[in-house]
């Protein structure tokens, strides 16, 4: 009877290697100065903006802004997708969504990238909190 053997490895290298192979968490950060940008492409002509009063609703395509930290991974970073909701502060309604597919990206970089939002909101009247006046979605 034979044993196969793939040789040698000692509980160390085997550390090694998993120290440099296993994905880090990386860190997000929401540009500050411009956290929401115009979207552009087939995702801008797929979403036609539209405000209203009566019936209260906003409808509009945009996409926020990101950094992403991959200082801490030895290899490239590969997102199967990423997903985001955007809530309203004051009345914590939701008002967006997002979707990211297959991204890949580089190690040891802060790379920016852009995640399409879908803005969509539909109230009875613009007395809903979420749709005042003072909205700056609603001017």
Known sequence: MSVLSCGTFSPHSIGIVLAFTIPRVP????NGETPLVQA???????????????????????????QVDTNSN?????FKKVDAQVYDLDSF????????NHTKLPAHKFTDIQMPLNFTYVA??????TCQLSSPLLG
């Open 40 to 66: 552009s492409g087939w995702f801008n002509e797929s979403i036609p903006a539209q405000f209203s009063r009566f019936p209260a609703n906003f409808t509009f395509p945009a996409a926020i802004s990101l």
């Open 93 to 100: 309604r939701l008002v967006g969504k997002g979707h990211l």
């Open 27 to 30: 860190g997000f950060a929401v």
């Open 124 to 129: 009875t009247n613009d007395s809903d909190l």
């Open 74 to 78: 030895f290899l490239p970073l590969v």
